[in-house]
């Protein structure tokens, strides 16, 4: 009887360690698969912290009839700004939205695309966001360009004030993504790209995750 017993509590911790191999087997197979697909990834950990809690902004940002950019004011009560499938535009508007967000020390969750000029949300001197990236969250770069009369300037003027741009705004960025971008094909409407092509990075590399999904509230 106890060796019965004996041989089943061995064969017990037997099966044990044969699942936690094979857990532990999966984890390094889903972190092999996610560098195969994103070979750069290495490249963002160091941007990636873990999401903290921090006093609400005192800023709120609403819709503006058909504007795209949100209007930011003063809000009496505490809460979070989300962000949702922003496609960009005007700089200058969304530099001065992101630094009344920094300076009101504002959370802002990500959800869906962030494009273009809602990159600028990883400019360095804005220290006061507190920012995540819900799952799913995908963010979207292309390099500065100009237009006249709604059609792209692509002279050899324009294209050399287009290469200072760019350089001037990698400067702006952490580290890690700017090297990144540095290396990386980043479509160029001066250059001869479509003005719809984007070079898309998922937000789970860029940002911590955000503590509740927006799509669950």
Not at 33 to 40: M, N, R, Y
Not at 49 to 74: D, F, I, L, N
Not at 75 to 104: C, F, H, W
Not at 121 to 148: M, R, S
Request: net charge neutral; proline share 6%; hydrophobic share 40%.
């Amino acid at each position: 009887m106890g060796d019965s017993h004996h041989g089943e509590s061995r064969a017990f911790w037997c099966w044990l360690s044969v699942l936690c191999i094979a857990s532990a087997l999966m984890a390094i197979g889903l972190v092999v698969q996610t560098i195969a697909l994103h070979p750069d990834a290495a490249g963002f950990l160091s941007i990636v912290t873990p999401a903290r809690a921090e006093p609400a902004p005192r800023y709120a940002c609403t819709p503006s009839g058909g504007a795209k950019t949100p209007v930011c004011h003063a809000a009496s009560e505490m809460q979070v700004v989300r962000i949702t499938d922003d496609p960009g535009g005007n700089v200058g508007e969304y530099y001065r939205k992101y630094k009344a967000l920094s300076d009101a020390g504002t959370e802002i969750h990500f959800h869906g695309m962030c494009a273009s000029a809602c990159t600028m949300v990883f400019f360095k001197e804005f220290t006061g966001i507190k920012a995540c990236a819900d799952e799913g969250a995908i963010f979207a770069f292309h390099k500065p360009f100009d237009q006249k009369d709604g059609k792209v300037r692509r002279s050899k003027s324009a294209t050399r004030e287009i290469r200072k741009l760019w350089v001037a705004w990698l400067e702006e960025l952490p580290d890690p993504l700017r090297q990144y971008l540095k290396r990386a094909r980043v479509p160029s409407a001066a250059e001869g790209d479509e003005q719809n092509t984007l070079l898309l990075l998922p937000g789970y590399l860029l940002m911590p995750k955000c503590p509740v999904s927006v799509a669950a509230q």
